[in-house]
């Protein structure tokens, strides 16, 4: 993950409605980041008073060697601290 990548600022609530899934598997209600929800919890719970949430995303060139990434990350204090991937090719 590298500071290039950062596009946007959004907020905990926007990125869950932004993600969320039905699947029957799941259960009868849409659920912030499906099979990856477990994960998408530890990621937030790491976030501390003052850090910031990012979306990213890898450069072009990156998607068009089916390299491409692109996700989530929480900035703290101007560095990134960790990041979750919703997006590959």
């Known amino acids: 993950m590298l500071k ?3 596009q946007e600022k959004t907020t905990l609530e926007q ?3 932004g993600h ?3 699947d029957e598997r ?3 209600n849409p ?3 499906g099979f990856l929800y477990g994960g998408w919890v ?3 719970g790491q976030m501390k008073q003052g850090d910031e949430l990012w ?3 890898s450069p072009p060139e990156s998607w068009r060697l089916l390299a491409g990434r692109a996700g989530l990350c929480i900035v703290r204090g101007g560095e990134i601290v960790d990041s979750i991937v919703t ?3």
Do not use: T
């Open 4 to 6: 290039e990548w950062l």
């Open 15 to 17: 990125a869950e409605k």
């Open 20 to 22: 969320l899934v039905e």
């Open 26 to 28: 799941l259960g009868p």
């Open 31 to 33: 659920v912030p980041f």
């Open 42 to 44: 530890r990621f937030k």
């Open 55 to 57: 979306k990213f995303s």
């Open 87 to 89: 997006l590959m090719n």
